[in-house]
């Protein structure tokens, strides 16, 4: 194709959706983005059109200005984290996108969109700062602006505190501080500039995905965030007699061996392999090694006391919004209150609270069946440690969810609630021990959340890197979580899917 073929192109392409009729113009940007960028690479149309995008700002009413500003930045973000042509070409517009910025009400869309673009441009952090420092931004979007803006100090490197913003993590104390150090401190120079590229695609893609969504749907709903009690490292977690947990020994079997446990006064013991498990602060290790690592396990249940709590009160509501789609608030907690308590239906047995994270869905379980029939189960020490202080009388265990400590047909009841995609190279399995461990009649509930549809919605959730998910967001097919119930001889009954969220009821059939 020649250069001049190539721009009349562009032309007709960029002036399809500008020129569109207000219901044409979604259904003409569609085919005008996946003409310049497919999931997150560029095509070569990309940077003869770039000149034409932001011509058209100048022209196109508000609406319109939004979704061409939105598709500049993901133009500038497919090089990151170079700056290549089509970046430069991109940031020749920066002075109309700041006089654009400075005079677009706060928190509408436009408004939105422009904070997402003009994070793609560091060598301009100053001049782009001096204008958000008139625009009022909350904190969260401000804080995610100057960490977009910034640049890696390798004598200093500040990491993985940046979702839902570095606002949040700012509430750290000092302790909490050295510790996140610590780690830091111990990594290799290729990692730490590895994981600050992941970091600054992370706060990239959620101020992408607010904009986008912003742009299609309006102004996104406040979000509903919780608060952090005051902490204390050092307060001792609240003891539970092993008769917690005897209560339900015939559920149990040791992970190693299969055989039963035994819950005697003065520990837990496989009768089998001989393994004798550590139980700290009502929490029962059951991961592989525990025999001998007892002294480690008091260790980790002391690191980072606090961020089961930072998880459930700021990390867990912005989620909800980047994998479920819920900018709106369409679901709310209250919402997914409602649905435990009206579909978990356990028949006789315990029932699991299965990567219990810390522990608010726990609590809604225990109004809906008792305390004494709920066993909260996770892999994490602060997560448990954290359930463990909110819900004194519920035991807890450590344990994998691909290898769940339980005999066949042992339980009454399952949830998974907002944690299947926690782990998903093992989801199937989880979901296949869940059915082993249900007993006839009994159900299993869970809230995760697919891949949206739309390319970009799609891209800005899997732009999210989080600790253990080096590969970025990893969600479901709604076909696979089904198939893998089907596998696992459970019966779908209830099945709703509000944005991409996925909330089932299964049953073992009797």
């Known amino acids: 194709m020649s250069v001049s073929t190539a721009h009349s192109t562009v032309a007709e392409l960029v002036r399809s959706f ?4 207000p219901g044409r113009a979604g259904a003409e940007y569609g085919p005008l983005v996946k003409a310049l960028w497919n999931d997150g690479a560029l095509t070569g149309l990309a940077l003869p059109a770039v000149p034409e995008l932001v011509a058209q700002l100048a022209e196109v009413d508000d609406e319109r200005k939004g979704h061409l500003v939105v598709l500049l930045g993901l133009l500038a973000e497919a090089e990151y984290p170079a700056a290549g042509e089509v970046t430069a070409a991109v940031r020749e517009g920066l002075d109309l996108y700041l006089d654009l910025w400075s005079r677009s009400p706060n928190g509408e869309p436009l408004s939105t969109a422009l904070a997402y673009l ?3 441009f560091p060598d301009d952090r100053d001049r782009i700062l001096a204008v958000a420092a008139g625009r009022e931004l909350d904190a969260d979007d401000l804080t995610r602006l100057e960490r977009a803006l910034d640049r890696l100090d390798p ?21 909490e501080r050295e510790f996140d150090q610590s780690w830091i401190r111990a990594l290799p120079a290729e990692q730490i500039q590895s994981n600050w590229e992941k970091d600054t695609r992370t706060v990239l893609a959620h101020a992408g995905a607010k904009a986008y969504w912003a742009v299609c749907n309006g102004t996104p709903a406040p979000v509903v965030t919780g608060s952090v009690p005051p902490r204390d490292a050092n307060e001792p977690l609240p003891g539970l007699d092993v008769e917690a947990f005897g209560r339900h020994a015939d559920a149990f079997r040791c992970p190693s061996c299969h055989a039963g446990l035994d819950f005697a006064s003065e520990g837990i013991r496989c009768t089998g392999c001989s393994t004798e498990y550590a139980v700290a602060g009502g929490i029962l290790n059951l991961l592989e090694g525990a025999e001998r690592n ?3 396990f008091l260790y980790r249940l002391a690191e980072m006391p606090s961020m089961g709590l930072f998880y459930e009160a700021y990390a867990r509501p912005n989620f909800l919004r980047i994998a479920g789609g819920n900018w709106g608030g369409q679901v709310t907690p ?3 209150k409602s649905y435990i308590l009206e579909h978990v239906r356990p028949v006789a047995g315990p029932v699991l609270d299965l990567a219990a994270g810390a522990g608010t869905w726990t609590a809604m379980l225990t109004e809906a069946v008792g305390a004494e029939r709920v066993i909260a189960l996770d892999m994490y020490p602060p997560m448990l440690s954290a359930l463990r202080r909110k819900l004194v009388e519920v035991p807890a265990v450590m344990a994998s969810a691909a290898v769940l400590p339980f005999d066949d047909a042992s339980l009454g009841a399952v ?15 989880a979901i296949a021990e869940v059915g082993r461990c249900l007993r006839p009649g009994g159900t299993f509930t869970l809230l995760t959340f697919n891949m949206a549809e739309d390319p970009i919605a799609r891209y800005f959730q899997a732009s999210h890197y989080f600790p253990g998910h080096q590969e970025g967001m990893q969600l479901f097919e709604p076909g696979d979580i089904k198939r893998w119930l089907t596998d696992a001889g459970l ?3 209830e099945e709703s899917r509000p944005g991409t969220f996925i909330i089932i009821t299964a ?3 009797e």
């Not at 500008?18 to 009729?21: I, N």
């Not at 990491?159 to 302790?175: C, H, I, K, N, Q």
């Not at 907002?418 to 399995?429: G, R, S």
Request: charged share 20%; glycine share 6%; hydrophobic share 45%.
């Open 491 to 493: 019966v779908v009954h």
């Open 334 to 336: 209250a919402d997914e």
């Open 155 to 175: 004598d200093n490197p500040v990491l993985g505190r940046v979702f839902p913003s570095p606002a949040v993590w700012a509430l750290m104390d000092g302790d």
């Open 18 to 21: 500008t020129d569109a009729d």
């Open 118 to 120: 003009v994070a793609h």
């Open 415 to 429: 949830i998974c609630w907002n944690a299947l995609q926690a782990f998903p190279d093992h989801a199937a399995a």
């Open 507 to 509: 049953q073992r059939p």
């Open 294 to 296: 007892g002294d480690d």
